[in-house]
């Protein structure tokens, strides 16, 4: 029937509105996003899986960790780079690497806590276990996300000159925030430069004597979140009237924090509350910070 | 595993866009409501791809989704047009489809069963089993429906012809 031939052809002729690559992508970013938050749930339980399952572990992961950081020459050359800063434990380059394919730059950048006192009682093995794990888990998924871009730009016509020029990379880094004789700690941040949605940011913070990460509630008491919640109100009040710029409660501003709040602790040993970019203030305050004095 | 079939349906997605839009926009003849259709049966595919099991069946569950928005676009629709102007009804035809073709306006006058069995058989190119799949039918009625509505449209193009 050459009349369904024709027809079909005029089917294969249906226009495709610029619009729809933009709204099934918007589908997709929404449900990724949401996928990363239920992944990041799962995480949190399989971290304390781990935590459970330390003593029996501990041996392997220390023969694991002791190979990988005695073959690589990276170690030894940014532990050379490293002063030691008194205290029982420091922070160490466990591994860096940089890597190029497809015009897509991913630098990476694993900590790793290196406990100098070797009799303290205490491991970090777990700890450090789940850092690897979850550096190498972003970096991969942040690849593929890169990758999917990469496809979708060329497949709706992008030349591969053009995608070069978007001189996408991947980081994975971190800062140590204090690395003192009581606590050790540090963040550990993942971003792509050519979206938001993604960017994750991880605070460790390390009490030296118990080796274990340390909850607001350890640092505040048990009134922690009335506290905090108390002082951040004053302390957002007093920076509008200095002219800054908050979300309203409405606007999914501020409405208090909760035991996944981020944070991590200065020089004084005080906690300092970390908000991300966006999520109590517009883009353009960038990640807001609030000490709580005890 | 779970996430690579999650990634997969994102690429099969990706990949299929345009045609998941054809396939909306010759239900619908509306440029708006296709573009509607593919929004929403990508936001549910995302929320149910749990429900995958294999990626194979991936294309057939899609476009399961992608025909029940279509219809339910439709479906809205008719009740829309129920309560407006009948001359409305004709700012749904858009440009670049028009109705000149006479065996495209048989087409539109067939049952949307059959209308989406020849859809799919002849433009989106599936297998019958696949489109069993898709509609929910059984295979001879996927067969049936299709024999039986290709049989109306010669005799009535050859009724219109003479």
Redesign the interface.
Known sequence: ?S??D???E????????E???I??Q???L???RQ?EEKDNAAHRNRFRRIISNMAVTAAAVCILFTAALNTSPVFAVEAAKLPVIGGLARILTFRSYETEKDDIVVAVEIPTIEMIEKDTGTSVDGINQEILARCNEYADSAV?RAE?YR??FL?TGGTLEEWAKHNIKITVSYEIKQQGNDYLSFVVRGTENWTNAYNQSKYYNLDLRTGKLVTLEDMLGSDYAKLADRSIRQQISERQNAGETFFTAEQGGFTGISEDTKFYINQNNDPVIVFEKYEIAPGSSGEIEFVIEG | MKSTL??GL??Y???N??RF??VA??YTRH?EDA?DA??SA??KA??A?ESIKNADAVKTWFYKILINECLTVLKKRSRLVLTADAAEQETYCEK??EQG?D??QE?NKLDIDVQGII?LR??EEMSLKEISAITGFNLNTVKTKLYRG?KLLKEN?QEADL
């Open positions: 029937m009349k369904l024709k027809m079909k005029k089917y294969d002729g249906i226009p495709i509105p619009e729809l690559t709204r099934v918007q589908e997709i929404r449900s990724q996928q593929l999917e496809t979708a497949e | 999650y990634e994102i690429q997605i990706l990949e866009q345009e839009y054809r926009y010759s440029q573009l593919v929004q990508v936001c995302l929320e791809h670049g489809y073709d065996l495209e087409l859809k002849f433009f290709l193009i």
